[in-house]
């Protein structure tokens, strides 16, 4: 079985002993030497655990079968890191947008400085609106000048 060969081959090249590698994948340092001899297979979770702390493809640890590309485990994420900064790049594209005035604007921000720059728009619509309940400016009959 290619297995029982890769997992052997990984492990001397390391310089690591069945012990070392049993405490890595949380096993029995026999059950390493059962897989060694290929009188057991691990699970694929174990066998996954085992590609991540070699660095190689599952393809080459089970089937000792290169991908076509050669990918690496480093090189998915290098590829996942590169992507996380792409993502970063436009979160901060799209905040400079949004300090320019150009972006979405800040509801909370915008209103509170309507109120500030317009308090006596407010107050002349607040009279209007009053003045619309009651009647208009007849109703008030001289009462304030």
């Known amino acids: 079985m290619e297995f029982a060969k890769q997992l052997k081959k990984l492990r001397t090249d390391k310089g690591l002993s069945q012990e070392d590698i049993a405490q890595k994948i949380h096993v029995t340092r026999q059950a390493v030497s059962r897989r060694e001899a290929g ?7 174990t066998a996954v655990q085992l590609a991540a702390f070699f660095d190689v493809s599952l393809d080459w640890l089970v089937l ?3 991908p076509a590309d050669n990918v ?3 090189d998915i994420l290098n590829a996942v890191n590169e992507l996380r900064d792409d993502i970063d790049d436009l ?3 799209i905040d400079d947008l949004d300090d320019g ?6 509801n909370r921000k915008s209103f509170g400085s309507f109120l500030e720059d317009n308090w006596f728009l407010i107050i002349v619509m607040c009279v209007l ?6 009647g208009g400016i007849s109703s008030w009959n001289g009462k304030f000048f």
Do not use: A, C, I
Not at 101 to 106: A, L, R, T
Not at 129 to 134: A, L, N, S, T
């Open 39 to 45: 009188s057991s297979v691990p699970d694929l979770e």
């Open 129 to 134: 609106v009053y003045m619309g309940f009651h």
């Open 64 to 66: 000792d079968k290169q």
């Open 91 to 93: 979160s901060d594209d």
């Open 101 to 106: 005035g150009v972006g979405f604007s800040d």
């Open 72 to 74: 690496t485990n480093q």
